[in-house]
């Protein structure tokens, strides 16, 4: 499979976005910034579900792993370390007909713009966004905004294995912002300047080095298809040794099939000691494991999983999307995890009568505390039910008249638009018991 069988699916899924409020361009009223969103209500939702299920996954529920929030800015000796400064670059080039800019290894030699053939030769450009920190504006005064999380987990090791009294094989994760000044961001949110990475550094004794590397990839190609994501839609490339950055002894990817072919969705790599030691030769601290129990002392290799929270929202987005017929009439629907969908359950009352809303209010409160609810009352049910399909809620709770009586509600399955009778008393079990087994 080369690509993804509706060619306007890309399309279709950014209109959506924006239409239902998932994702708008930033400063929209001041005609837009390039590269930048805002993640509507339900986007916020979706990105926010997205990063607990990783760190679910990656801290939560395992003991081998804390977690850290490091600084955004930081002083260039970081960078300088890293090699960041000298290698995080990308090779540019300016088309001398239309003055566009573009990065070399993208565009071959057209201009994407104006079909030139007439561009200077490729130089390097750094990624990191750099400022001042303080009132003076000169050299002495220069921080840089990240372009990655990992650094303040290895500038951090030595004071989480005193206070976390953690050896290796243990990890140290974090969430957070990164930027980039990418030359040609683009593809909606798959490419932009401000981002937000989950990623992993796990520390592990040298020789373990290709074992752990080997289990991470594994264990993060099964995160992704267990929320949702088809094998047919996923694969695993190992990278050649001419693509490997200046730090790593071997990386794969796990590519996506996005609308325009396989991309990356999340890099695994094996960062050797590299970090530890050039930190450890800049800053004159100690960057290294005694265990007592051998009396080796030795500097951890590192497995680093990584993976953009909101690339991975657009994953998850294009393939939950899809169209089908129901009652005779064409919808739409977001085939979503229950686990990543802004709302897990819509709360219906079938009119806005005071006595059926007030139950539907008493229902809500029963199923907030467990879930992300959705309470909505205009317009027919009909279109109700259309709406939360077409936003990816799993599940919608209907409150008719037989309610007072009976005191059950209906619960209706996105996916299968089947619809059972279920008591109130009974509700919070029925909705665990869907949560469990989907």
């Not at 002083?75 to 090699?83: E, H, K, L, R, T």
């Not at 290894?105 to 007439?118: E, Q």
């Not at 989480?160 to 953690?166: H, I, S």
Request: charged share 25%.
């Amino acid at each position: 499979m080369d690509s993804p069988k509706d060619p306007e699916l890309f399309d279709k899924v950014v209109t959506l976005c924006k239409v239902r409020g998932f994702v708008f361009p930033s400063a929209e009223i001041y005609g837009g910034f390039r590269s930048t969103y805002d993640y509507g209500p339900l986007g916020s939702l979706m990105l926010r579900n997205v990063k607990q299920a990783w760190w679910r996954a990656m801290v939560q529920l395992r003991d081998d792993v804390v977690g850290i929030d490091a600084a955004i800015l930081s002083p260039p000796a970081v960078w300088a370390a890293s090699g960041h400064l000298s290698n995080f670059t990308d090779p540019m080039v300016d088309c001398r007909s239309c003055k566009e800019r573009w990065r070399a290894d993208t565009i071959g030699d057209t201009c994407p713009n104006c079909g030139s053939h007439d561009l200077t030769e490729a130089r390097a450009f750094n990624l990191m966004f750099k400022t001042h920190a303080g009132p003076v504006d000169d050299e002495g005064h220069v921080a840089y905004l990240r372009p990655e999380t990992a650094q303040g987990m290895f500038t951090n090791f030595a004071n989480v294995v005193r206070t976390a009294r953690k050896k290796p094989p243990f990890g140290i994760a974090q969430v957070g912002k990164a930027f980039r000044n990418e030359i040609t961001p683009g593809n909606f949110i798959f490419r932009t300047r401000e981002f937000e990475l989950m990623e992993l550094e796990f520390f592990v004794p040298p020789t373990d080095a290709p074992t752990w590397f080997e289990y991470w990839l594994e264990q993060r190609y099964s995160w992704h298809r267990d929320l949702g994501i088809p094998e047919t839609h996923l694969r695993k490339r190992v990278h050649d040794t001419d693509e490997l950055s200046h730090y790593s002894a071997r990386t794969a990817d796990i590519e996506f099939l996005y609308p325009w072919g396989w991309g990356e969705l999340e890099g695994v790599a094996n960062r050797t000691d590299f970090d530890l030691l050039a930190h450890a030769r800049a800053s004159g601290e100690a960057l290294e494991y005694f265990d007592q129990a051998s009396g080796e002392r030795y500097t951890p290799y590192v497995i680093e999983p990584a993976l953009g929270a909101t690339r991975s929202m657009m994953a998850f987005l294009l393939a939950a999307y899809a169209e089908d017929e129901v009652g005779g009439e064409r919808r739409t629907v977001l085939r979503l995890d229950w686990r990543v969908a802004p709302y897990a359950v819509a709360v219906l009352p079938l009119s806005k009568k005071p006595e059926l809303e007030a139950t539907s209010k008493e229902v809500l409160g029963l199923l907030q505390p467990n879930y992300m609810c959705d309470y909505d009352v205009t317009q027919s049910i009909g279109r109700r039910y259309r709406r939360q399909d077409e936003i990816g809620t799993p599940w919608c709770v209907t409150v008719d008249f037989d309610t007072l009586e009976d005191r059950a509600v209906t619960v209706r399955d996105r996916d299968t638009t089947e619809q059972v009778r279920v008591p109130i008393e009974r509700l919070a079990a029925e909705l665990a018991s869907r949560a469990t087994t989907s």
